[in-house]
């Protein structure tokens, strides 16, 4: 079983940067697709961003396209996701996720485990 621990939250303001790390544990996940999720209070989680095994493929959430990006560094088991030019509507608690496959994970149902979260303010 892997084990994911989220880190690198906070409180931002407005058009700020912040770079969450996601760190697995427990067995390599190199061969798992990773992603993003986030969820906003009272609101559903939703999904963000995802990579596969080899970090050929990545997709994203449109309203996050051309602000955040996730990466992943194979060697180290962690994952990561860049988010600039934040904005208030991106404060939610997020998630990291990973898949037992090549493929990427675009929506909850796919994740196989999951991490503990990490809470973003973004202040306006």
């Known amino acids: 079983q892997v084990q994911l621990v989220e880190s690198g939250g906070g409180l931002v303001q407005a058009g700020g940067s912040l770079r969450l790390s996601c760190a697995a544990s427990?067995?390599?996940?190199?061969?798992?697709?990773m992603g993003w999720f986030r969820q906003a209070p009272g609101k559903e989680r939703e999904f963000v961003a995802t990579?596969?095994?080899?970090?050929?493929?990545?997709s994203y959430a449109d309203s996050v396209k051309g602000r955040f990006a996730i990466s992943r560094d194979r060697g180290k088991n962690t994952v990561y996701l860049q988010m600039n030019s934040l904005k208030p509507e991106d404060t939610a608690v997020y998630y990291c996720?990973?898949?037992?496959?090549?493929?990427?994970?675009?929506?909850?149902?796919?994740?196989?485990?999951w991490g503990q979260g990490t809470q973003v303010t973004v202040s306006s």
């Open positions: 996720a990973g898949r037992t496959t090549f493929h990427i994970a675009t929506t909850e149902g796919l994740c196989d485990y």
């Open positions: 427990g067995r390599t996940f190199s061969t798992d697709a």
């Open positions: 990579i596969n095994w080899n970090s050929s493929t990545a």
